[in-house]
């Protein structure tokens, strides 16, 4: 089934960098957008960026730019999210999740990476 | 504080409907399709609605959405207790050239 699987939990210091994974499966990875999502602890959802993995193409969202970096590898269908100079602020859950070229709505998503600044 | 507007908070008894507003601007709703995600607790949120008023395969006729200018609504009727969530209203931003939630809206079903 289609399924975005995301790595495990991370712990990092602050003004450290954390790279996070997601993993498609059953569907082809390249025909899809992936988006980053973030959401701490008791608060709402917060976009980070998109990619397509096709053409590597990227947005980030402003508040991330220069400090998100969002890249791929097709030869095992993975998307990454790496941030860097964390702050406790940057403490969350952090979720891929699958869109179509120019479609707004996340149809897909995977269980989320807690980070944890500290 | 974001970009979409929603209330903190709605509630009813099971069985009857409820209403959750998403209020945003011409830049979002206004230009764009809305979608709406529900979120169990300690769960990835779930899509529920796309394009304003279409849902995915597997979500019940209970749940739907309207649009009408720079506002959206998400409508559930037949309430039940496996309702209660956090719910999230998301588009596209034209002028940011970014993705919008709203603050999101936490059903209570009495």
């Known amino acids: 089934q289609v399924q975005l699987v995301q790595s495990g939990a991370e712990v990092q210091k602050p003004g450290a960098s954390v790279k996070v994974s997601c993993k498609a499966s059953?569907?082809?990875?390249?025909?899809?957008?992936i988006n980053w999502v973030r959401q701490a602890t008791g608060q709402g959802l917060e976009w980070m960026g998109w990619m397509n993995p096709n053409t590597a193409n990227t947005g980030y969202a402003q508040k991330f730019q220069g400090r998100v970096t969002m890249t791929r590898d097709t030869s095992i269908s993975t998307a990454y999210m790496e941030l860097s100079s964390l702050t406790s602020e940057d403490t969350a859950v952090y979720f891929c999740a699958r869109t179509q070229t120019g479609q707004p709505h996340m149809e897909i998503w995977g269980k989320g990476t807690t980070v944890t600044v500290s | 504080q974001s970009v979409l507007t929603q209330p903190p908070s709605v509630s009813a008894a099971p069985g009857q409907k409820v209403t959750i507003s998403c209020s945003g601007s011409?830049?979002?709703?206004?230009?764009?399709?809305v979608s709406w995600y529900q979120q169990l607790p300690g769960t990835a949120p779930k899509l529920l609605i796309y394009d304003t008023d279409k849902r995915p395969a597997g979500i019940p006729d209970r749940f739907s959405g309207s649009n009408s200018g720079t506002s959206a609504t998400l409508g559930i009727t037949g309430l039940q207790t496996g309702d209660e969530a956090d719910y999230y209203c998301g588009t596209w931003d034209s002028s940011l050239s970014a993705g919008v939630f709203g603050g999101g809206t936490k059903l209570t079903v009495l």
């Open positions: 059953g569907y082809t990875f390249t025909s899809f957008n």
């Open positions: 011409s830049s979002n709703i206004g230009k764009n399709y």
